[in-house]
Structures are given as structure tokens and as C-alpha cells.
């Protein structure tokens, strides 16, 4: 069980020692051995980690559709591979194939831009999240606070496809994406607030580490309002359905990414699932325990976590219908806020009381 | 030592160097729009700067506050305004000279504070209880400042939400 559960960290280790030991026997200062070799392995763990989020992004969309048949009484995708499983690298290679169109009157290199500015923020908040024991890419002591942060550039990336495309519904649907970021965002940050106060501090790791005992979601009444207010302005961060008004099909045609074709929209595509992974990892560590579990490997139990959050929102896409825009503002402004702000307060009076953890 | 050294001015000049172009653009640009990204572009590069000096905190904040909220404010209020998006509007009005006064004021200003003040020098990895001390010292040193800003945020928040509730 040791093994599994220190899989990745063991591998780790090894290339790590080779390197240092290819290079210490080079006959370099030691200065600079280590220097290559920290960069050397940063590259690594960097493309392990992506490669990692474009597997499960493809998995997702495979999920996706798979739950959303089910939901409607449907087989879903089931031509290529067994259970239909090849369908995203089907997807994918579709992308890749098909023209690349720019609008005439386009601002050109924003239009350009926007996708990759929409991409960026989601790999960069990847290289944070503690997958399991000893395993998260990077561990600053304010991790908490870079979520937030990378996640807040994404919105940047939507309202230039929206203003590049030089398109009404492509407009329209940046400026909700924005009006949406900005109002659900405040929450977000908000239910985050009672963790820290009572991990006593922002590193993941530590915040992970401070929940063997009991996860946060069972402090009673503060973790479980927190992780619900959390999940929901998450949805809501994501733009999933029924906070989907960006780019609501029924309404603005496909709303920021309209006038996207072939691989340009793919990377929206990409944007979007890898942001929704993450918020479910984020959730998991902060509220669920993160790779907290008897038995099973840790990373293991990170991601059966996670993913039955993801299925969660899944569901709930599947369920419920999407909110009208004002209903959704007037959600995030009087409902959501003030009942976070007294999550605070009551936090903060019950670690008065009682010692947690 | 050395090699980290080096690194560290990489990383600082090319760093000043998107922060500063992303400035000019802002300044330059007829087009609103894209001055706008221009500024966030130069924040962009103030935030990494901040990294470079293991200012983790403030970078963060600064990627949070200017990027996050002021930013994406400005490009809201500029979509929300009839006609700013697609014209092009002049770099410059009858003010720019006093304008330009002002701004070489500021400069010299800092410049020589900048070049007088004697910099102590850090030593690295000295602190490392950071985010706690700067919270003790939120509510113990300058905690009047710090309730008055609170105040403040508390007056528009509630604003706000009136504002959105007619």
C-alpha cells in the first residue's frame, strides 16, 4: 500500500537523484548542477501536470455526455472506442482539421489572443492543487490566494473574445461573463475566509493536512454553508449551466465564442473543463478533506472526491434550467454575499469557543 | 549563488520590460479597448516583479485588486458606454501640458528619493511567517487605518447592493 501511495513522489525522486547524479558527475559547480536540475525538473513536473489536465479534460467531456444521455434517457456517444470513450480525440482531431475563420472586421489580434488568455490562468492555477500526499507541483504559503488570483485573469480572456469577434452576441456575452466574475467572484473569495480562519493558514498542503482528523465540511453550521455557497458561485465562476448566461445558446446564439471556429474554440473548450476541474479540486482540498482517506492511495481519494463533485455539477447542468441575468445578479448581491460575510462572523465566534481541529 | 543571482535579473528586466511596454501601450494606443489590455498587461508585469522580490503577498494582491476588479471595471465601464468602443479617440487634449507638468513633478520627486534614500539591504528567506505577522500587525499597529479602509469597503459594498436592489 506504501508503494502505490507514494508512487509518483518515489518516481519523482529517482529522475531527480539521476539527474543530480548525471550532472554532479559532470564536473559542474554544484551551484549550477542544482540550478539545471531544478529547472529540469520544474519542466518536468510542468508537462506531467498538463498533460495530466488535457487527459482529464477529455475524460470530462466523455463524462459529460455519457451523464447527460443518461439524464435524458439517451445512449450518448457510442461509435468509437468501447463505451464511446474515443469520442473526445475524434472531437479533437475535428477541431484541428477544420477552417480557422476571423471575421472581417475583427479586432485581429485580440480575437487571437483571447483564447489563450482564457486557457493560461486554468493551467496556471493547476500547478498548485495538492493531488495527494507530498504531491502538489508547487506549495507557496499563500496558495489560497493564487486561485483566486490566476482564476480572475480567465475573465480578461472572455471579454476580449467577446470585443475581438466584432459581433452583438459576442459582445453581449463577454459583458455577462464580466458582470458574472465580478459579482461571483466576491462570494467565492468570501467562503474561503472561514478556512483559512480556522486552518490558520493559506498553504493547500497545510490546510490538507490540519483535516485528518475531521473535514471542514462537517464543522458545523460554517463548513457545510461555506462548501454550498463555494460550490455554487464555483458553477457560477465556470459559467455552467444554470449560470450559463455568457454564452446561452437559446439567447446570444453561442454568446463570447460565437465567431470561434476549429482549434481557437477548442481552447475555450479546453478553458472550460480544465476551470471546472479545478474549482472541484479546489472544493475537494478546502472543504472535503483533500487526499485525506483510509486505504486507498491518496491520490486516489483525491480523485474519487473530485470527481463526484464534478458529477454533481454534471447533474445539476442536466437538472436545472439557467437563471435569467437579472435574477442571477440579484443571487450572487443579496443572498449569496450576506450569507457568507455572517459565515465569517460565525466562524470567528465559534473558534472563540471551541478549538477545531 | 551566483547562477540564482543572474536569474533573478533576467527575470527582473524582462519582467520591468512588459511592465513598461504594457504602460506605453496604455498611453499610446487610440484604441480604448486596447489601451486598457495594455494596463493590464503592464500589472501584469508589476505583479511579477513583486514575485521576483518574494513579495508573494503583494503580488498576488496586485493581480487580484488591479487585474481581477479595477480592470475588468474599466473594460465594463467601456462596453457599457455608447460609442467608446469603436471610435478611435485622440491620445490627447488641451490639457497635456499641465498634464505633462504634473507627471515630470512625480517623476523628479521619485527619482530623487529613490537615488538619496539609502536601501537596506534584505537578507533572503529571512521571513517566513509573513502573512501572520502582517495580519497581527493590521490589528494591532495600524489598526485605526485599517478599520477606517474597512469602513470604507463596508459603505460601498452596502451600496452597492442598494443600488442593485431599485
Same mark, same amino acid.
Given at each position: 500500500?506504501?508503494?502505490?501511495? /507514494?508512487?509518483?513522489? /518515489? ?8 539527474? /543530480? ?9 554544484? #551551484?549550477?548542477? &542544482? ?43 457510442? +461509435? ?18 477544420? =477552417? ?65 469577434? /466584432? ?17 461571483? $467572484? ?16 493559506? &498553504? ?35 459559467? +455552467? ?5 455568457? $454564452?446561452? $445558446? ?8 460565437? =465567431?470561434? &471556429? ?54 445539476? +447542468? ?7 441575468? #437579472? ?31 | ?166
Amino acid at each position: 500500500m506504501d508503494i502505490l501511495n /507514494n508512487l509518483f513522489t /518515489n518516481i519523482y525522486n529517482a529522475i531527480n537523484a539521476f539527474l /543530480n547524479g548525471l550532472l554532479g558527475g559532470a564536473g559542474l559547480r554544484p #551551484d549550477a548542477a &542544482s540550478a539545471i536540475v531544478a529547472a529540469i525538473m520544474g519542466l518536468i513536473v510542468g508537462t506531467v501536470v498538463l498533460l495530466f489536465g488535457v487527459g482529464v479534460v477529455l475524460t470530462l467531456i466523455w463524462l459529460e455526455r455519457k451523464v447527460a444521455a443518461r439524464v435524458q434517457d439517451r445512449v450518448g456517444p457510442n +461509435r468509437v472506442g468501447p463505451f464511446g470513450m474515443l469520442q473526445p480525440v475524434a472531437d479533437t482531431i475535428k477541431m484541428f482539421i477544420k =477552417e480557422d475563420i476571423v471575421p472581417t472586421n475583427a479586432d485581429g489580434l485580440v480575437h487571437l489572443l483571447a483564447p489563450v488568455i482564457a486557457l493560461a490562468p486554468a493551467v496556471l492555477a493547476f500547478v498548485v492543487v495538492p493531488f495527494g500526499q507530498g504531491m502538489q507541483p508547487a506549495d507557496l504559503n499563500i496558495v489560497v490566494l493564487w486561485v483566486v488570483s490566476v482564476s480572475s485573469i480567465g475573465t480578461v480572456g472572455l471579454f476580449m473574445a467577446g470585443y475581438g469577434s /466584432n459581433n452583438k452576441f459576442a459582445l453581449l456575452g463577454g459583458m455577462r461573463a464580466v458582470a458574472q466574475a465580478i459579482s461571483y $467572484e466576491i462570494p467565492q473569495v468570501l467562503t474561503i475566509v472561514p478556512i483559512i480562519l480556522l486552518a490558520g493558514s493559506m &498553504s493547500l498542503v497545510q490546510i490538507v493536512q490540519k483535516q485528518s482528523t475531521l473535514w471542514y465540511v462537517f464543522v458545523l453550521p460554517v463548513g457545510l454553508i461555506g462548501f454550498v455557497v463555494y460550490y455554487i458561485s464555483a458553477l457560477a465562476e465556470v459559467n +455552467r449551466t444554470p449560470f450559463d448566461q455568457p $454564452e446561452g $445558446e437559446s439567447e446570444i446564439v453561442a454568446g463570447h465564442h460565437t =465567431e470561434y &471556429s476549429g482549434m481557437k474554440f477548442g481552447l475555450f473548450y479546453l478553458a472550460e473543463y480544465f476551470n471546472f476541474f479545478i474549482v472541484c479540486t479546489i472544493a475537494t482540498t478546502l472543504f472535503l478533506g483533500g487526499w485525506q482517506g483510509p486505504f486507498l492511495p491518496s491520490w486516489l481519494w483525491f480523485l474519487i472526491k473530485t470527481y463526484a463533485l464534478i458529477l454533481l455539477g454534471m447533474w445539476i +447542468r442536466m437538472t436545472l434550467p439557467r437563471f435569467r441575468v #437579472d435574477q442571477l445578479m440579484k443571487f450572487a448581491w443579496q443572498v449569496l454575499v450576506p450569507i457568507s460575510l455572517i459565515n465569517i462572523v460565525l466562524t470567528g465566534i465559534l473558534l472563540m469557543f471551541f478549538k477545531v481541529g | 549563488m551566483l547562477t540564482s543571482q543572474f536569474l533573478t535579473y533576467v527575470a527582473f528586466f524582462v519582467l520591468s520590460a512588459i511592465a513598461l511596454i504594457g504602460a506605453f501601450l496604455a498611453v499610446t494606443l487610440r484604441n480604448l479597448v486596447r489601451a486598457a489590455l495594455g494596463l493590464i498587461l503592464s500589472f501584469m508585469g508589476v505583479a511579477g516583479i513583486y514575485f521576483v522580490l518574494e513579495a508573494e503577498f503583494v503580488a498576488i494582491v496586485q493581480v487580484i485588486i488591479y487585474i481581477g476588479a479595477i480592470s475588468v471595471l474599466i473594460l465594463f465601464a467601456i462596453m457599457l458606454t455608447r460609442g467608446l468602443m469603436t471610435s478611435a479617440a485622440s491620445t490627447q487634449n488641451s490639457q497635456w501640458i499641465g498634464a505633462a507638468f504634473v507627471g515630470m513633478l512625480m517623476f523628479a520627486v521619485l527619482f530623487f528619493v529613490a537615488i538619496t534614500t539609502n536601501w537596506p539591504l534584505a537578507q533572503p528567506h529571512t521571513i517566513s511567517d509573513l502573512i501572520p505577522r502582517l495580519g497581527a500587525d493590521l490589528v494591532t499597529t495600524y489598526l485605526l487605518p485599517f478599520e477606517a479602509v474597512s469602513l470604507l469597503l463596508l459603505a460601498a459594498l452596502i451600496g452597492a447592493i442598494v443600488i442593485a436592489r431599485e
